[in-house]
């Protein structure tokens, strides 16, 4: 079926370990989105890319890297992570930028950093 | 930057009854979109309803519609004859149109409503 795919859905690491979130989306949406959900926070924006191989910063990128080689597929890896970096991870398409186009959300990654 | 305010961490309501949920922004731009995004326990952010800011009419979907005031950069959500399946975190949400200052797309949340549905 299409739609957009998060894995894993729980992860569980330890501070200084590199842990890497895969997004896969069928539309062949060319805007795809990492968000980051914590209490009393909302959801706020990490990274975002424009097509493959075009990524740019959201709101809180530190700590964070992104890569975009195919146009399915957004990962976003943590090179060493810390405890603040728990979380509940999302991510998202749409169509067009700056667009009235809804983003389509993945089900998200729950991740703990013990 | 734009923010986005929900100024009711919780609301509760009445089962059959209406509800209104508020949303404030503030931003310089004059061409932008506005979401009510619904989060249910299983995670999932679904779109309820979305309204273009150059559109005047007020956004309707089903049972849900809005009370967009673009002058007082508000944006409520109102939830007509409830239902216990309506009962999530709602968050509301900001997308710049990217005129003039272009700047980073994305959606900019809300903190959420948790709103419940009393039986």
């Known amino acids: 079926d299409a739609g957009i795919t998060q894995s894993p859905r729980y992860k569980i690491t330890e501070t200084g370990r590199q842990v890497t979130l895969m997004c896969h989306q069928t539309?062949?949406?060319?805007?795809m989105f990492w968000y980051r959900q914590d209490l009393g926070h909302g959801l706020r924006l990490i990274y975002y890319?424009?097509?493959?191989?075009?990524?740019d910063k959201g709101e809180v990128p530190d700590g964070y890297v992104v890569s975009r080689s195919k146009t399915e597929n957004f990962p976003l890896t943590l090179e060493s992570a810390t405890r603040s970096q728990t979380s509940v991870y999302f991510c998202a398409s749409s169509e067009g930028s700056h667009s009235n186009q809804p983003q389509h959300f993945g089900d998200g990654t729950r991740l703990s950093i013990l | 930057a734009q923010t986005v305010t929900q100024s009711q961490p919780e609301m509760s309501v009445q089962e059959a009854e209406t509800v209104t949920l508020s949303c404030t922004y503030d931003?310089?731009?004059?061409?932008?979109?506005l979401f009510w995004y619904k989060q249910p326990p299983s995670r999932q952010m679904i779109l309820v309803i979305r309204q273009e800011a150059y559109k005047q009419q007020n956004a309707t979907e089903n049972r849900f519609s809005v009370n967009f005031q673009k002058a007082a950069k508000s944006f409520s959500l109102k939830i007509s004859d409830s239902q216990l399946g309506d009962a999530a975190m709602y968050f509301c949400a900001y997308r710049s149109a990217g005129f003039p200052g272009g700047g980073a797309d994305g959606l900019t949340f809300g903190k959420g409503t948790h709103l419940i549905i009393q039986p």
């Open positions: 931003t310089s731009e004059s061409d932008y979109y």
């Open positions: 890319s424009a097509a493959a191989d075009i990524t």
């Open positions: 539309w062949s949406h060319s805007y």
